[in-house]
């Protein structure tokens, strides 16, 4: 055969292939979904991913099931996550922990979060408060700053485990109050509250989602927002800063990620569809009911967000070590 009408023919199978390929991905997803939660069922933000899958089934032709994965401070459920397939069919819900703390933390960390996942877009911001049991005997910040220094050994922290923000946060607010508050790892938001209100936890910071039923049957009390201003949804409960604590800033968020390699068309829909939802009144009302600020944006909007919170985190690990080692 000629060259010339070998080239033409080698172009035209090039473009049917191309053609092809782009056909069957805009038919994505053509099968289920399975969202890796790295949090227990029962907390906030695994409540508030399974409504989402329910709305998102019908728009999208497939459900979205949930996987959870908790431990680690995130990091089983995004290791399973940065390891599954990149064909679109495994997406996880990452956070402040998995995705800025911990590459901070963890000598051995068994993901890279820059090579190993596909930012796909950022879902929303948690209202972190400060609770403890109702039946303790404290009112406020300083009350309970004088119960933990006359009780060394009784007070426990709860915490999402080795790492995490909490753990971080026990470590300064130890160096500061010069306390010996314990934190105790557990594998969800839903399980921090339950022990908190039962009194198994003395105190706690978790977003506040988790804590609505037992705050309106008196089983917590709110003693500090963990924000610069105070939550119109939580007028009456002071900063940090208000409370005497000023010192340590943090903004909690949640996003969702593939596995490096994921086609474009995939992130693209994802994006799309979530962005779509976090829009609609209703939905946006609901994430509001339980203490959440939707966020949104483009993938490549997350990925830059990302890279700026990962060196912010870098200051938090620094100052809650220099507070520690003093």
């Known amino acids: 055969m000629a060259l010339k009408p070998f080239l033409k023919l080698c172009a035209a199978a090039a473009a049917l292939a191309t053609a092809g390929f782009a056909a069957g991905q805009s038919d994505y997803p053509t099968k289920p979904i399975r969202l890796i939660v790295p949090l227990a069922p029962g907390?906030?933000?695994?409540?508030?991913?399974?409504?989402?899958?329910?709305?998102?089934?019908?728009?999208?032709?497939?459900?979205?099931?949930?996987?959870?994965?908790?431990?680690?401070?995130?990091?089983?459920?995004?290791?399973?996550?940065?390891?599954?397939?990149?064909?679109?069919?495994?997406?996880?819900?990452?956070?402040?922990?998995?995705?800025?703390?911990?590459?901070?933390?963890?000598?051995?960390?068994?993901?890279?979060?820059?090579?190993?996942?596909?930012?796909?877009?950022?879902?929303?911001?948690?209202?972190?408060?400060?609770?403890?049991?109702?039946?303790?005997?404290?009112?406020?910040?300083?009350?309970?700053?004088?119960?933990?220094?006359?009780?060394?050994?009784?007070?426990?922290?709860?915490?999402?485990?080795?790492?995490?923000?909490?753990?971080?946060?026990?470590?300064?607010?130890?160096?500061?109050?010069?306390?010996?508050?314990?934190?105790?790892?557990?594998?969800?938001?839903?399980?921090?509250?339950?022990?908190?209100?039962?009194?198994?936890?003395?105190?706690?910071?978790?977003?506040?989602?988790?804590?609505?039923?037992?705050?309106?049957?008196n089983k917590v009390r709110a003693l500090a927002v963990s924000a610069e201003q105070r939550s119109p949804l939580l007028p009456h409960v002071p900063t940090m800063k208000e409370a005497g604590l000023g010192g340590f800033s943090s903004h909690v968020w949640w996003g969702l990620a593939a596995p490096a390699g994921t086609p474009a068309a995939a992130i693209n829909r994802l994006n799309t569809e979530f962005n779509r939802l976090l829009r609609e009144p209703r939905f946006a009302e609901f994430l509001q009911s339980r203490y959440l600020v939707p966020a949104g944006g483009t993938a490549q909007e997350f990925a830059s967000f990302l890279k700026a919170d990962r060196e912010q985190a870098a200051s938090l690990v620094k100052l809650a070590a220099q507070k520690s080692a003093r």
């Not at 089934?57 to 399973?80: C, E, K, M, W, Y």
């Not at 800025?100 to 963890?106: A, E, G, Q, Y």
């Open 43 to 217: 907390s906030v933000t695994d409540a508030v991913l399974r409504s989402a899958a329910q709305e998102l089934q019908p728009r999208l032709g497939q459900p979205i099931v949930i996987d959870n994965r908790p431990g680690a401070s995130g990091i089983v459920g995004t290791d399973a996550c940065a390891k599954a397939p990149a064909d679109g069919y495994t997406v996880c819900a990452v956070y402040l922990a998995s995705m800025s703390i911990n590459p901070h933390t963890v000598a051995r960390l068994p993901y890279d979060p820059d090579r190993d996942l596909a930012p796909i877009g950022k879902l929303f911001y948690v209202t972190e408060v400060l609770f403890v049991p109702a039946n303790l005997p404290v009112a406020n910040l300083a009350e309970l700053r004088a119960y933990a220094a006359r009780n060394p050994t009784q007070v426990n922290f709860g915490t999402l485990g080795e790492g995490s923000l909490q753990e971080l946060f026990v470590a300064w607010l130890n160096s500061e109050w010069k306390t010996s508050i314990a934190g105790i790892p557990y594998k969800g938001g839903g399980p921090i509250s339950s022990a908190i209100a039962s009194g198994e936890l003395q105190a706690g910071m978790m977003g506040v989602g988790n804590f609505v039923g037992l705050m309106q049957g």
